[in-house]
């Protein structure tokens, strides 16, 4: 069973920065996707960003909202994925959660896969 875990998250001003981090464990195959979603009060869960395993042509997958402001990269060794977030808008405000799955991926990345759920970190970005 694929499980994570998510750190970081909290406040910061406009303009700032924070990293997100999640840890997975539990992959049958060493090819997996590990990703980000946020959801704001009052709005459905959508997609931030997202990551392949494997380091090949496609292997990342950004929400237009977040592209030239947030990074996500992978520590394969510890199954770990980082999220950059910079230049933090009030609208990226939200709770992001962590998912992961080794289902079948298909690349190059066009959307995120939903797979096994964090519990969540609140992100506020204060004017």
């Known amino acids: 069973e694929v499980q994570v875990v998510e750190s970081g998250g909290g406040l910061v001003q406009t303009g700032g920065s924070l990293r997100l981090s999640c840890a997975a464990s539990?992959?049958?195959?060493?090819?997996?996707?590990i990703g980000w979603f946020r959801q704001a009060p009052g709005k459905e869960r959508e997609v931030v960003a997202c990551?392949?395993?494997?380091?090949?042509?496609?292997?990342?997958y950004y929400a237009d909202s977040v592209k030239g402001r947030f990074t996500i990269s992978t520590d394969n060794a510890k199954n770990t994925v980082h999220l950059q977030m910079d230049s933090l808008k009030s609208e990226d405000t939200a709770v992001y959660y962590c998912?992961?799955?080794?289902?079948?991926?298909?690349?190059?990345?066009?959307?995120?896969?939903?797979?096994?759920w964090g519990q969540g970190t609140q992100v506020t970005v204060s004017s």
């Open positions: 998912t992961a799955t080794d289902d079948i991926v298909v690349i190059p990345l066009v959307s995120c896969p939903r797979g096994s």
């Open positions: 990551i392949y395993s494997k380091n090949t042509y496609g292997n990342t």
């Open positions: 539990g992959f049958a195959f060493d090819e997996y996707v």
